[in-house]
């Protein structure tokens, strides 16, 4: 502060408090964003009088100063602690200078804002059929921590995604709701999410409502279920899974959950939005991705397929395949297969019998004497259910495989 004019600004009045005189700093500065006294364009609010004369009077230093820390947010090394009014109207300033969309920047940036304000920050994110987003904004993405809803149904993820191990490990231990269906995920991609969870007994604990439709599993992939403790709503829909007696026992006997005639309100994809405030940012990362010449987007899509993997057919099939969505509403009530946890006190006749029919309170000892039928031929899955509980020989090789 050497050699300047000092001004005060009090009770409306300006005066000087000293007669040192400063040298005016250095226009040619290397970059104006280092220097906070170089008077720009933005510290200004330009209008016309009555007259049509154009006046302008200064900003508020409270904006000013918000201003400058937004532009030089990847510099700020923490925001716990300040308040929620401050942390909103930062990182609106952050996005509205666009801080966001750079890759060099925006996922130091946003892990700030995650830290400090959590869930405010992000608390539902909806991906579904936006597959290039995911994977252009993997870094970012994986910066929200708070969430409580996360749909990637149609996200290309297969059987051995990056995100499998994001979404299992202590950094979404909120997360209530997830979709990941329509992504080509077998039996083994299956066992392969929830290996962290089964070996290590932890991850997904507050999940309630998992949505696997549209993929090609089995019942051999239920029992990977068996490690979600507060498990209370499944859709299994549009997948190898065929409704029947059989399903319904052994669903139960795993999950203790039931088959649900109506469709559940909880898998309605309409209702999946984005929520926080990290909702525009999300859609910038959108929109400029889909500004992008298309004819340049293949491209680079088929040079990098060329130099690494050297499947120019796949990619482009990738590129251009179309969302996955059911083709008629008759087609997807006939595949529609939503379980839900019972009510405490209501379990018990829900157990034997199909939820589609309703028994009488004298057939309970007829139901009885099914129970000790059909409890007959099932000796050995009990026992497959005991060692599940500890590691199988799959379980191990695929811990060898990491």
């Known amino acids: 502060m050497d050699n300047s004019i000092i001004y005060v600004r009090e009770r409306g009045n300006l005066r000087r408090v000293s007669d040192i005189v400063l040298a005016q700093p250095k226009i040619v500065s290397s970059c104006r964003r280092t220097n906070p006294f170089v008077l720009r364009k933005e510290h200004f609010i330009f209008t016309y009088n009555a007259e049509g004369s154009l006046r302008y009077t200064t900003k508020s230093l409270f904006d000013i100063t ?193 088959y649900s005639e109506k469709a559940l309100d909880t898998f309605d994809h309409s209702r999946c939005k984005t929520e926080g405030w990290a909702e525009q940012v999300v859609n910038q990362w959108e929109t400029n991705g889909s500004q992008v010449p298309k004819q340049k987007k293949m491209d680079e899509s088929r040079t990098s397929a060329l130099r690494f993997f050297g499947r120019q057919k796949f990619v482009r099939e990738v590129l251009n395949a179309a969302p996955l969505v059911c083709e008629s509403e008759e087609e997807a009530k006939k595949e529609r297969l939503h379980f839900y946890r019972p009510a405490a006190n209501g379990h018990i006749p829900e157990k034997q019998t199909p939820a589609t029919t309703n028994h009488q309170a004298n057939n309970i000892k007829k139901r009885q004497r099914q129970s000790e039928r059909s409890d007959s031929p099932r000796q050995s899955p009990p026992t497959k259910r005991v060692s599940s509980s500890a590691l199988s020989a799959e379980d191990i090789d695929l811990l060898n495989s990491y």
């Open 66 to 258: 918000l201003l400058f820390v937004a532009d030089n947010i990847h510099h700020v090394d923490s925001l716990v602690g300040f308040p929620e009014q401050i942390g909103d109207r930062l990182f609106a300033a952050a996005e509205e200078n666009r801080v966001f969309l750079n890759t060099n920047i925006s996922p130091k940036a946003l892990q700030l804002f995650s830290d400090a304000y959590g869930e405010m920050v992000l608390g539902s994110l909806c991906l579904r059929n936006r597959f290039p987003l995911l994977h252009e904004r993997m870094d970012e993405i994986k910066t929200f921590h708070s969430l409580k809803s996360l749909d990637l149904f149609g996200c290309r993820l297969g059987d051995e995604h990056e995100i499998f191990l994001h979404l299992t490990s202590s950094s979404l231990a909120s997360l209530i709701q997830l979709s990941i269906g329509g992504n080509s995920l077998s039996d083994v991609g299956l066992q392969r999410l929830t290996a962290p969870i089964r070996m290590m007994r932890k991850g997904l604990d507050c999940l309630q409502f998992l949505d696997v439709s549209y993929n090609p599993i089995s019942e051999r992939a239920l029992r990977y279920l068996t490690c979600l403790p507060k498990l209370e709503k499944l859709d299994a829909s549009g997948t190898d899974l065929k409704l029947g007696t059989r399903l319904k026992t052994t669903i139960w006997d795993l999950l203790g959950l039931i």
